[in-house]
């Protein structure tokens, strides 16, 4: 049995892996049928017009949410996938071919931006012991011949918010263009892309939107958008996808023009129900919620055990957490009071979210 906290799913045990996979809404399959299956399996009217329905109301939910407009938002499937499209859309200046990025974002986007490579681009890494949120380092890394910058909002094993208004701004500032991944931060912390201007932004629904898989986005800034030319296309980057002229082809006139060949459907019908959620509750409150429930948690372990950072700006949604000699013992204790976590290289994950209440962390701290 689950029962319903702040309207969404609450787990038998105590679940802290929003930032791996995110808790379904109880309505989401109610909301998937309405807007996926139902006009489907009715076949009453234009199919294609109902799903295209769904997904703009997908579109529209992450634009309030990252305070941006519809027509800059593209769905994908997946991060790495976003950042190949984009990596191959750009022409950038033969003495601007470096694409700067840390050694501890994410493996898939760095997998997708050494594809490039073949481009003419070369890869620069700031070391994993670097403080990426320490302007120093992107200062004196952001060199003349750097073209692209990844930027990761919160670098997820470390747990690590980083400065992205500061950096995009000191990117623009010297001709060089800002890629954000916000996967471990939309949902959990504000995002005002209209503030950011960063040039292109991708994310995904899965983990503290709760959306599920396969409902990424990409985010592209409006000046930006005419100097792309994507090479991976369909008809649904075609201005006009009805057109139907197989000699000619011209680019949506809007981020769309990232998008492919006939859309999937199903995981944005899922996910807008979930961003629309996350829209009523209220980003702010959703954080406040996560620092309060964190502050429990930093308050009952030793200084030397918390990996991510104490300052509330400087740090994501997750904790990550290593007990040293005891991690393994803190750790089987978790496991039997039923406590949903992960561990990677640096510690233990713990990701308190709108599931989770005072009580339930009052308990899991007992366990250290
Ligand atoms: C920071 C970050 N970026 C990207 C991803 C996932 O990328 P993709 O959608 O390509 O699987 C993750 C998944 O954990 C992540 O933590």
């Not at 990677?344 to 308190?352: A, D, E, F, N």
């Amino acid at each position: 049995m689950s029962e319903t906290v702040n309207g969404l799913t609450e787990r038998q045990g105590i679940y802290l892996l929003s930032h791996s996979v995110g808790l379904p809404l109880p309505n989401a399959e109610r909301a998937a049928a309405k807007a996926f299956w139902t006009p489907w399996e009715t076949g009453n009217g234009d199919i294609w017009q109902h799903w295209l329905g769904t997904i703009e109301a997908f579109r529209a939910e992450l634009a309030l949410l990252l305070n941006s407009n519809i027509g800059n938002i593209c769905p994908q499937s997946s991060l790495s996938s976003a950042v190949g499209k984009v990596i191959y859309s750009l022409d950038l200046a033969a003495d601007k071919k470096v694409i700067l990025l840390s050694e501890e974002d994410f493996p898939s986007i760095a997998f997708a931006l050494q594809k490039g490579v073949s481009s003419g681009y070369t890869l620069k890494f700031i070391d994993a012991g670097a403080d990426t949120s320490d302007m120093t380092i992107w200062r004196s890394q952001m060199t003349e011949d750097v073209g692209l910058v990844l930027v990761t909002h919160v670098q997820s094993n470390n747990g690590r918010q980083l400065p992205v208004q500061q950096i995009t701004d000191l990117a623009r500032s010297r001709q060089i263009l800002s890629l954000v991944d916000v996967a471990q931060s939309v949902g959990i912390l504000p995002i005002n892309l209209a503030q950011w201007q960063a040039d292109f932004v991708v994310g995904s629904c899965v983990k503290w939107i709760g959306g599920g898989p396969g409902a990424a986005f990409l985010w592209v800034d409006s000046p930006m958008i005419e100097h792309c030319q994507p090479q991976s296309v369909g008809w649904f980057s075609h201005q006009d996808p009805f057109e139907f002229d197989i000699h000619h082809f011209r680019y949506a006139d809007d981020a769309l023009r990232f998008w492919g060949g006939t859309p999937t459907v199903y995981p944005f019908a899922v996910a807008a129900n979930s961003v629309q959620a996350i829209n009523a509750i209220g980003v702010n409150n959703i954080r406040q919620n996560n620092l309060e429930l964190s502050d429990q948690i930093i308050q009952a372990v030793p200084s030397e055990a918390l990996i991510s950072p104490v300052q509330e700006d400087l740090r994501g949604g997750t904790l990550v957490l290593d007990f040293g000699r005891r991690q393994d013992a803190v750790m089987r204790r978790l496991i039997n009071l039923n406590v949903h976590f992960d561990c990677r290289v640096k510690g233990m994950r713990l990701s308190p979210h709108t599931c989770n209440n005072e009580d339930q962390i009052g308990a899991l701290i007992k366990c250290f």
